[in-house]
């Protein structure tokens, strides 16, 4: 069965950096699409960056572009989030969800996602 | 990119049915048919329940359906049953330079 687990979330000082890292497993990783999604505390989702299936084509939300910086690794079958310069508004939960497939015209949305991992940016 | 409007409660009895609004634009919900739904209970991951406005992913209950009209596109609970309280949220494709947008989401509770 599809399973996204994230990891590498945690506390930082403003300014900081961090890393997120999302294992993929129970299907073919370099098939799909693949997204970073997050949730402040008591908020909505809001969506991050996405990458196509080869890495080629890769798109942030206004809010983290310049500053994060989305990658993964087919062979590994890993999604990356390198966040730098982070600010106290980049705290939440944030998801790996997994996108559309590299042959279907539809952007179906996300159909997987993993538990979450928690980043706290504060002094 | 400004997110989806969508009503931030809607309630019901158990066995009626509601309706959850996400209104968009010309570029994103208006403009294509890729209009998903989510639903996410309190600690939990977000749970895909419609696709493409209207279609269902296998496991998902057809007590669930969407609808498009013009730039709003609708979520439909009908039989209402207390597991359906949670939060739901829209999605759409988009035609800006961030290819999707989320709902500002909607808090369900069964009374």
């Known amino acids: 069965q599809v399973q996204l687990v994230e990891s590498g979330g945690g506390s930082v000082k403003p300014g900081g950096s961090l890393r997120l890292s999302c294992a993929a497993s129970g299907f073919t990783f370099s098939d799909y699409y693949m997204s970073w999604i997050r949730q402040a505390p008591g908020k909505g989702l809001e969506w991050v960056s996405y990458i196509s299936s080869s890495g080629s084509n890769i798109y942030y939300a206004d809010s983290v572009k310049g500053r994060f910086t989305i990658s993964r690794d087919n062979a590994k079958n890993s999604l990356y989030l390198q966040m730098n310069s982070l600010r106290a508004e980049d705290t939440a939960v944030y998801y790996c969800a997994r996108g559309k497939h590299l042959y279907t015209s539809s952007w179906y949305g996300f159909d997987y996602w993993g538990q979450g991992t928690l980043v706290t940016v504060s002094s | 990119q400004s997110a989806l409007t969508q009503p931030a409660s809607v309630s019901g009895s158990p066995g009626q049915s509601i309706t959850i609004s996400c209104t968009g634009t010309?570029?994103?919900?208006?403009?294509?048919?890729?209009v998903s739904w989510y639903q996410q209970h309190p600690g939990k991951a977000p749970k895909f329940m419609i696709y493409d406005v209207s279609n269902r992913p296998s496991g998902v209950s057809n007590r669930f359906s969407g609808s498009k009209s013009g730039n709003t596109a609708s979520l439909t609970i009908s039989g209402l049953q207390a597991e359906d309280e949670a939060d739901y949220y829209c999605?759409?494709?988009?035609?800006?330079?961030?290819?999707?947008?989320f709902g500002t989401g909607t808090k369900v509770t069964v009374l």
């Open positions: 999605s759409s494709y988009t035609s800006s330079s961030t290819p999707y947008v």
């Open positions: 010309s570029s994103d919900v208006g403009g294509y048919n890729y």
